[in-house]
């Protein structure tokens, strides 16, 4: 890949990744007790062997992009080792020196510490030494304001993630044609305004910012337009519009939690029942709707009051919740074609090509000339379109 120009940041961040380089390897040395959260796979005959870094074994997503990678690696015969950070940048680190000590050819790496170019250029210093590609995925490595940094910045590098915004953007435009349709159902103190909690989840993602932002914008876009008011965050005297998951996360336990507090102040018999949950997630969505379940809502079964919630990521449990008619919608981000586009880079690093060869078709960041950066495009999910893909 064409080396882009230097851009000004980059000298002081260089500074930097090199005394958190120091600290990650002095951290080594007193997390030598804790596991490493490694697991091996494939062929253990094959010599060109991946180094796949996640940041949470247990984030719902993250899970069905691991599951579909995994296999892409097994069926290409490509050895692999895996790692679980555990939501811990300094344990990410120390697994990667880890893996790079023991031979690996490729980092493939979810980063713990998303939407930050210094922890991610301390990484790409550790695969620049060591000679070999490494792959981002997922979840970002830049900050708003700093994008190319890092990406237009090494050689053999690529990352695989989403269009920011986008995701946003639809789930705007499904709030706000819904809300369209369903207006006087969904305002249940017929106060003419519609009441909405809103689920965060990681603070510094991009993702997350831009989802906040414009599935509330563009929800309330559509709303004006039909003559109707723009939403209103059902506790007035927040500073915030949205619940942030303070663990760092996108758990369906925080969304629990924050909701069944929400709803012993915001309720019917108040008369300012939260109308409409907006989660960025699908397991916060769910936990959302484990909450209203305890107050008798979103039950799926007929008589019983259903509050429209909708999520991202089109998880197995989200498609379920939909199909019961407990969840209102989501977004598709889709695992297998992430899983797809990774195991394309590790066979053509494994063949001494460059990592995009041959991936002339994929979509790439042309707005801040990050062509090594790859978007997959989000969808709103359609069951009907999802029944036919099963069938077919």
């Known amino acids: 890949m064409q080396t882009h120009r230097r851009i000004p940041f980059i000298r002081p961040l260089l500074v930097m990744a090199l005394a958190l380089a120091l600290t990650s390897l002095l951290g080594a040395c007193s997390a030598s007790n804790k596991s490493s959260g490694a697991r091996s796979g494939g062929s253990e005959s094959t010599v060109f062997t991946a ?10 997503y993250i899970g069905s992009v691991r599951n579909a990678l995994t296999a892409d690696l097994a069926s290409h015969q490509i050895a692999y080792q895996e790692y679980d950070a555990d939501h811990d940048q300094m344990t990410q680190n120390t697994q990667i ?6 031979g690996a050819d490729i980092l493939v790496v979810n980063i713990v510490n998303s939407g930050s170019a210094e922890r991610s250029d301390v990484i790409c210093q550790k695969a620049k030494q060591a000679g070999i590609p490494i792959v981002f995925f997922n979840r970002p490595i830049e900050e708003q ?7 237009n910045y ?5 990352f695989v993630g989403t269009d920011s915004a986008e995701a946003g953007h639809l789930q705007g435009e499904m709030i706000g044609e819904y809300l369209v349709s369903h207006y006087d159902e969904v305002d249940l103190n017929g106060d003419g305004r519609i009441s909405y909690a809103l689920f965060k989840g990681e603070a510094a993602n991009v993702e997350a910012i831009y989802r906040t932002k414009y599935s509330v914008e563009d929800a309330n876009t559509i709303l004006l337009a039909h003559g109707y008011p723009a939403l209103a965050y059902f506790d007035a005297s927040s500073v915030d519009t949205f619940q942030l998951d303070l663990t760092g996360s996108w758990t369906s336990e925080s969304a629990q939690n924050y909701m069944l507090t929400n709803l012993t102040r915001y309720n019917e018999d108040n008369g300012n029942m939260i109308e409409l949950v907006i989660a960025n997630s699908d397991a916060m969505a769910s936990g959302a709707i484990n909450a209203l379940q305890m107050h008798g809502y979103n039950l799926g079964t007929a008589g019983c009051t259903t509050i429209p919630v909708f999520g991202v990521d089109a998880t197995a449990e989200g498609r379920q919740l939909i199909a019961s008619g ?13 899983a797809d586009c990774i195991s394309l880079m590790v066979e053509n690093a494994r063949g001494g090509r460059e990592l995009l060869a041959g991936m002339e078709s994929y979509p790439r960041d042309t707005e801040y000339g990050r062509e090594c950066m790859v978007l997959l495009p989000y969808s709103i999910y359609s069951p009907d379109e999802q029944a036919a893909a099963d069938e077919g």
């Open 51 to 60: 180094a796949i870094f996640y940041y949470d074994y247990d984030d719902v």
């Open 97 to 102: 020196d880890k893996a790079i000590r023991n």
């Open 145 to 151: 304001g700093y994008e190319g940094v890092i990406l």
């Open 154 to 158: 090494y050689e053999n590098i690529a």
């Open 326 to 338: 407990i969840m209102t919608g989501t977004i598709a981000q889709d695992s297998q074609a992430m």
